[in-house]
């Protein structure tokens, strides 16, 4: 009974006039709950725990951590020294686990602590357990934030700065108006401050505002008690530390993979203030999708915002924000912490959503995007839990056991609702991308990467898992910056590099020709054998020399680099076929996301799924395209043009049945195919086949509006051919409408996107 009393005590307190001086009593056992907050929201990580590696730039981060390398800017160096510490501390008590598993250990062992402090927080400013529980589930189960949680990622520690920061400014908030003794969590909050700062440069929204008001609030410990600010810069500084393992780990670990030139003040600097990226912007400076979208920004991050609250959770918090702003809350000398973190995260959403210079109207630019919205989210939270104790204890002056039964069942369908979705315990598809991508190569091999994806996945099971270490991975956008080809040149002595960086026609550079002429004819060492070059089928844009010079043909995931006077024979397109065979996988031991599952249009996976499903396409078209082109050749060797002919319907039967999003273009295919099957071999089978697919792809492909009413005409005069060949018994007619049909056309070679 006593209980129930505190808890209507504090919350009366909370939604008293403001102006009273008397600081709201924290209810009992706070330790412990936010004890179990922590253990239920570690419990429920690890449920949901990935495996292994994620997309975006996970791959790149635990690469950098597993080897001490510098990550993108701006470096990120407390996240690779935790990250490092926690993958051998954990691995040191579980060491069958992987390094991506513990990795992403730590990473949750961080979300969990968010989830904790966040409740702490909430419980500080109103005194209630209902407030601090909604807030903290509501957070941490947001799905941007969920998602993070389970992976390797930096936002998971920007989160843990964020809450420790906001929970250490509302108990300072409480010494200070207690008057009780607080030098030492200011100096303490100053060092977290500078520690914050060495993760994610956003926490400089909250660190400003938050470091104005405590000058403001408590100016007179801060500036007339002895040594207090000297000890809180020195604090500070001391905070800003790790940023000297970059110019340590540039001088002592030198990898490929390691961004920067951190090893010179220059580079450090550079570095730090993402200078090659655009300091106050998250594209490139030299994308060419940089953009400005303030309005389309802020419409997102709403709908967002709801999307993360089940829809209707923004409207307490704005109740929230509107009830701490429009009250004085206890003391006129100075702004209320409520009403900072109203005016901190205004100051963060408009300046942010300003800075937006990705174009968001694209999926997977719009997940970029979202994740940088998860900071704000903590005062949303907050404002939530508030505008919630508002409404039940003010408004409906319901009852405290009630009201905390109302809070755990908003919290457990927060958790309910959005965990299928997040649940990524089995999801190994970015791994196997990474492994489809160099694993089967040929020994030696250079492999010319293009996009995060790509990089990242091939990089993370090289450097982490170990594999494949003889596949030279160089990316084509990093090697237009002086610091990487300095550092691959180190790292792949038997490469040649002609010139200080890729950049066609800038003295002392390199095109992709010249690359190609060196290193194209250049012998494994110790063998005769010619290195052989893959691509991840996209050349760098703005260097066009390879035209003319040099081809490229489907090679699983990527595309092999070829001569341009190459031709292909019947043994070596059987040679080719052996190969792919060997080196492509097929479900289950490729891990696509499972069917049924729905997938946000901003996930990796989706994108991988696609690249997935593209390399069969583009294997089955160039098959059908080297039969077309070589047909004097597949006459004569019949038995390898038997062989084309069923690795090309395996190819497109699969991508039909795998991959619904293209079967009208694969029935078309798999269509013409079995024409040219029936031309071998005119058997009822064949014929029947024939039929069945060219239906299938005039059904389809009016359905998907992807062709032409042309188009249509010539393949509904083929079935009627073929048709007429079932009703009549006549033999197929070279002359007849289906050869006025085209084979497989040049869309085909095209991606999903």
Not at 36 to 54: E, Q, S, W
Not at 273 to 287: D, H, N, P, V
Not at 362 to 381: A, D
Not at 481 to 492: E, G, L, M, P, R
Request: net charge neutral; glycine share 6%; with cysteine.
């Amino acid at each position: 009974m006593s209980k129930s009393v505190d808890r209507k005590q504090a919350r009366q307190l909370f939604i008293q006039a403001q102006s009273e001086d008397p600081v709201p009593a924290l209810p009992s056992y706070v330790g412990a709950v936010s004890t179990a907050v922590f253990a239920i929201a570690l419990g429920l990580y690890l449920r949901t725990l990935h495996p292994t590696v994620a997309g975006g730039d996970s791959g790149e981060l635990m690469s950098a951590a597993h080897t001490l390398g510098v990550a993108h800017p701006p470096g990120y160096p407390t996240f690779t020294l935790y990250t490092k510490l926690g993958e051998v501390l954990i691995r040191s008590v579980a060491p069958h686990l992987t390094v991506g598993y513990a990795q992403n250990v730590a990473s949750a062992l961080l979300s969990s602590l968010a989830v904790a402090l966040l409740y702490v927080t909430g419980v500080c400013i109103t005194g209630t357990h209902e407030a601090g529980l909604l807030a903290a589930f509501f957070f941490g189960y947001a799905p941007n934030v969920w998602t993070y949680a389970c992976h390797t990622e930096v936002f998971p520690m920007n989160n843990f700065f964020v809450t420790l920061l906001l929970a250490m400014v509302s108990v300072y908030n409480r010494l200070l108006l207690q008057g009780l003794q607080r030098t030492t969590l200011l100096t303490v909050s100053a060092f977290v401050c500078g520690l914050a700062l060495t993760n994610q440069h956003t926490s400089i929204l909250f660190v400003v505002p938050v470091v104005l008001w405590v000058l403001v609030a408590d100016w007179k410990l801060i500036f007339l008690e002895k040594h207090v600010l000297r000890n809180v810069f020195i604090s500070a500084v001391a905070g800003l530390s790790p940023y000297l393992y970059m110019p340590l780990s540039a001088k002592f670990f030198i990898f490929a993979d390691s961004w920067g030139d951190c090893g010179t003040i220059n580079g450090f600097f550079t570095h730090l203030f993402r200078i090659e990226y655009g300091t106050m912007s998250l594209a490139s400076k030299e994308a060419p999708y940089r953009i400005s979208n303030f309005a389309k920004a802020w419409s997102a991050f709403f709908v967002d915002l709801c999307d993360q609250t089940l829809g209707v959770g923004w409207v307490l918090s704005v109740v929230g924000a509107v009830v701490v702003f429009t009250a004085g809350r206890y003391s006129k000398r100075y702004i209320s912490l409520e009403r900072l973190l109203v005016m901190t995260w205004i100051l963060y959403t408009n300046f942010f959503n300003y800075l937006s210079n990705l174009p968001i109207d694209q999926p997977l630019f719009l997940g970029i995007q979202q994740r940088f919205w998860i900071q704000p989210l903590t005062i949303s939270s907050l404002f939530l839990g508030i505008g919630f104790i508002h409404c039940v204890g003010r408004v409906l002056k319901l009852p405290a056991v009630l009201s905390l039964l109302m809070v755990v069942l908003a919290c457990t369908v927060q958790v309910w609702f959005h965990f299928e979705a997040r649940d990524e315990s089995r999801n190994y598809t970015v791994r196997d991308y990474g492994v489809g991508l160099i694993g089967k190569m040929p020994p030696h091999s250079i492999f010319l990467t293009s996009g995060d994806i790509v990089l990242n996945a091939a990089r993370f099971v090289q450097v982490t898992e170990r594999l494949r270490q003889d596949v030279r991975i160089t990316d084509q956008e990093m090697l237009t910056y002086k610091w990487y080809n300095d550092k691959v040149k180190v790292t792949y002595p038997d490469v040649t590099f002609p010139g200080i960086r890729y950049f066609p026609g800038k003295p002392g550079c390199y095109s992709i020709k010249q690359f190609l002429d060196i290193n194209g004819k250049a012998k494994i060492p110790g063998t005769n054998i010619t290195r052989r070059i893959f691509i991840r089928d996209t050349w760098k844009e703005g260097d066009n020399t390879y035209n003319g010079h040099y081809i490229t043909r489907p090679w699983g995931f990527v595309a092999e680099i070829l001569p341009a006077t190459s031709t292909v024979s019947a043994k070596a397109i059987d040679k080719y076929i052996d190969e792919i065979r060997q080196m492509m996988p097929l479900p289950p031991d490729f891990h696509l996301p499972p069917k049924g599952k729905v997938l946000p249009a901003t996930s990796w996976e989706i994108v991988v799924e696609r690249e997935y499903w593209t390399a069969w396409h583009q294997y089955g078209h160039y098959l059908v395209s080297w039969i077309q082109l070589n047909q004097e050749s597949a006459d004569k060797n019949p038995k390898v043009l038997e062989k084309c002919l069923l690795d090309a319907l395996r190819a497109f039967g699969l991508v039909a049945a795998g991959y619904p999003q293209v079967r009208s273009q694969c029935y078309r295919n798999l269509g013409v195919i079995y024409q040219i099957l029936y031309k071998l071999n005119p058997n009822s089978e064949n014929l029947e086949a024939v039929l069945e697919y060219l239906s299938l792809y005039l059904k389809t492909a009016r359905e998907d509006g992807t062709a032409t009413e042309e188009e249509l005409k010539n393949y509904e005069l083929a079935l009627g051919h073929f048709l007429n060949i079932k009703s009549t018994g006549s033999e197929l007619l070279s002359s007849g409408p289906s050869t006025a049909v085209k084979h497989v056309t040049d869309s085909d070679e095209e991606d999903y996107s």
